[in-house]
């Protein structure tokens, strides 16, 4: 089986298990408006009138700072107990509070002119063109991605109270507390590629998923430009040396094959090393 017809199945094994209909929950959208889903929230209902009372406390605050919530049950077999709620930053928030919290990145743009490909032999083709195709599916103010985006919304909850004390605030704490099980950001969408996908509404997930993983990528550079603009700093450079770390280890393991190759490929060269490291221990 050729791996077109591989990637066929996958996809359609995909589409069948969440249904159809349902398919476009994967792309991280609001069910009913076009609004980008920033960060979910999931806690499960027991019951307590006080943990009821901060949870409450904590919803209205982030809908007071302008946030918009839309809240559904789990739907699968295993998520039937719990309780999402899924927060959207409109622009004015984005705008106001990526400055706030020092998010804004003004020179974002210029800096692809420094995605050379010429000397980008090895590498993924064309990873400039990808990225400004990629930045312009970003919902909301220029130079903010769904990554930054959903940075800010955290440190935003991480500042909203939910009680009247002086340490009542953070979802950190609420988490701590278990009023919240947990809080996440979601992919841009699913990792395939659906059948007749236009490149214009491809994903960034997409793009690493065929140009990064898989054996067929392994001598490839990796996308750091892409890895950055998905994953953010650490994970760039923390992939940024692990390949500088496996190029030394390559360079090192021919420079010892070489020595080696040389070293036993001279036959009269080695015996005459043997002779003289023994007359050494003779004399």
């Not at 395939?192 to 392994?218: A, C, D, E, P, V």
């Amino acid at each position: 089986m050729e791996q077109g017809d591989l990637k066929k199945l996958s996809e359609e094994s995909t589409i069948a298990k969440v249904g159809k209909e349902k398919f476009s929950s994967l792309t991280g959208y609001f069910n009913e408006s076009n609004k980008r889903i920033d960060i979910v929230l999931v806690f499960k209902d027991d019951g307590n009138d006080e943990t009821k009372r901060m949870r409450l406390n904590f919803l209205m605050n982030a809908i007071q700072v302008g946030l918009e919530a839309e809240v559904e049950s789990g739907k699968m077999a295993e998520h039937r107990n719990l309780v999402f709620v899924k927060l959207h930053a409109p622009d004015e928030i984005i705008e106001q509070y990526g400055l706030y919290f020092n998010e804004k990145r003004y020179f974002k743009d210029s800096h692809l002119e420094f995605v050379n490909p010429i000397f980008n032999i090895f590498g993924t083709k064309n990873e400039r063109e990808l990225l400004k195709i990629v930045r312009t599916q970003y919902p909301g103010p220029d130079n903010y991605s769904t990554l930054e985006r959903s940075t800010i919304v955290y440190k935003l909850l991480l500042e909203l109270p939910f009680g009247d004390n002086m340490n009542h605030y953070g979802i950190n704490k609420l988490i701590q507390k278990n009023i919240f099980l947990d809080a996440f950001a979601l992919h841009d969408g699913p990792y395939f590629m659906k059948q007749k996908s236009k490149l214009l509404t491809t994903n960034l997930r997409q793009i690493l998923f065929y140009k990064w993983l898989g054996l067929i990528n392994i001598w490839k550079t990796q996308p750091i430009h892409m890895v950055h603009e998905y994953f953010g700093n650490r994970v760039a450079q923390y992939m940024a040396f692990y390949e500088y770390f496996n190029i030394m280890l390559i360079i090192l393991v021919l420079f010892s094959f070489v020595t080696t190759f040389r070293l036993y490929s001279n036959q009269d060269t080695f015996e005459a090393h043997l002779l003289v490291f023994d007359c050494v221990f003779m004399l």
